[in-house]
Each structure stands twice: as C-alpha cells, then as structure tokens.
C-alpha cells in the first residue's frame, strides 16, 4: 500500500508540474502575440514616417527647383542685358 500511495504521490507531482508548464507555455505564447502586435504597430508607424519625409523631401526637391528656374531665368536676363 505505502509504494502504490508514493507512486500517486509521483503521479500527482509529475501532473502538477505539467500544469504548470503549460501555463507557462500559454504564458509565453501570450507574450509572443503580444510583442508581434506591438512590432506590427510600430512598423506601421514607421511607414507612415517614411511616407511623411518622402513627400517632404518631394516638396523640397519643387522649391529647390522652382528657386532654380528663377535664378537660372534671372542670370539669363542679366547675362543678355550685359552684352
């Protein structure tokens, strides 16, 4: 009787710590879902930046030209009214 209780007692242990390794496992896989949100948001964030700054830099690029083209109109000018 006493190795058939010692061997429950193993049974009950071995079915505690199973338990618990699942919770665990539960646990981390919470955890994974959670941080591949997270990197989800952020790289959607990060997008969202890039297209920001690409069309700033496009509006950049138009009044650097614009700039340009007047001061490329005005050498002209001077250019022709010097000769």
Do not use: P, Y
């Not at 989800?40 to 340009?68: I, N, P, T, W, Y």
């Amino acid at each position: 009787m006493a190795s058939v209780n010692d061997r429950n007692k193993h049974v009950v242990k071995e079915s505690e710590w199973l338990q618990l390794e699942m919770e665990r496992e539960e646990q981390m896989a919470r955890a994974a879902s959670l941080a591949q949100k997270e990197l989800e948001e952020e790289k959607k964030r990060m997008e969202e930046d890039l297209e920001s700054l690409k069309g700033q830099r496009d509006r950049m690029f138009q009044v650097a030209g614009r700039k340009c083209n007047i001061m490329c109109s005005t050498i002209s000018m001077i250019w022709s009214l010097s000769k």
